[in-house]
């Protein structure tokens, strides 16, 4: 069976740090894809950072770009590591994960939530007060 688990999320105050990590098991991936989204109560879950291992690109939301960062060792673990976190961040986050993925990681950040296929976490939550 296969399994994400997310840890790492709780609360921080604005401008602190946290470091989210998704353990993957029961699967060996050739070509995946694996990310970071993010869903706050009325609103549609967002990707905000994902990985293609197929061209080894990495994709970043506008919103979390330059103060977010993803890293993964072949998809057994992801790590976002969360920097100058902001009030608007707070949310569930969640790790997914999709193989075989031979796209980018834009691609795969835009329709993952939409997409029947892949796996996802059961989500933790990050809060971040003002």
């Known amino acids: 069976e296969v399994q994400l688990v997310e840890s790492g999320g709780g609360l921080v105050q604005a401008g602190g740090s946290l470091r989210l990590s998704c353990a993957a098991s029961g699967f060996t991936f050739d070509d995946y894809a694996i990310g970071w989204f993010r869903q706050v109560p009325g609103k549609e879950r967002e990707g905000i950072s994902c990985f293609s291992s197929s061209d080894g690109s990495t994709y970043y939301a506008n919103s979390v770009k330059g103060r977010f960062t993803i890293s993964t060792d072949n998809a057994n673990t992801v790590d976002l590591q969360m920097n100058d976190l902001k009030p608007e961040d707070t949310a569930v986050y969640y790790c997914?994960?999709?193989?075989?993925?031979?796209?980018?990681?834009?691609?795969?950040?835009?329709?993952?939530?939409?997409?029947?296929?892949?796996?996802w976490g059961q989500g933790t939550q990050v809060t971040v007060s003002s």
């Open positions: 997914a994960a999709r193989s075989p993925w031979t796209h980018g990681s834009t691609w795969y950040c835009d329709i993952a939530t939409t997409s029947p296929n892949g796996y």
